[in-house]
């Protein structure tokens, strides 16, 4: 029972992200005329500019991979389309529930309304058209709530090996 299932989610990015990063070029470029025309103490702070453009474009940027090898479920988290970090691995035996985020079988874990309060991890595209879905699993001996972007082909996986727990919609 060998397989991997890879699914890459890119996060939306704001409007507000493009402009801001606009903003910061123009002022950079600002700078650095300010700095040869006037005074060169202002190509200081077109460095500083330039030094927070490429931080917030390293840092700015989240997308995500959800990995699904045999029974254990990993989520790595991408900054800036460069640097990789594991979230979360998980194991699926230890999985309770999986179901659209308004499924009934979720509803006591709903932040209003619900009856139990989870840590809560958001890994999903923040795009209205892709439906989202909860996972709650145990972590480190501790519940935990997870909100994925799921593919078809992982719910097909989860559904075959887990019946009475994954719900699709």
Known sequence: MNYRLVKEVQ?????STDL????????????VLAGIVLDRGMMFLALLTAGMYFLYDAYGT???????EDNVFTIIVIRGN??????HQLDLKDLEIVAPSRHQAVARYRKKGGEET?????YTSYEPDIPYYT???????KKIKLLLDLDEDMLRRMKRM????????
């Open 118 to 122: 989870l840590p809560k991890y958001d």
């Open 135 to 141: 996972m709650i699993i145990t972590e480190n001996k």
């Open 82 to 87: 460069r640097f990789r970090k594991t979230a």
């Open 62 to 68: 989240e997308d995500y991979e959800y990995i699904m």
């Open 20 to 31: 801001l990063k606009k903003a910061m070029v123009f002022l950079c470029v600002l700078f």
């Open 162 to 169: 887990y019946p009475d727990k994954v719900f699709c919609e």
């Open 11 to 15: 996060k939306r990015t704001r409007k």
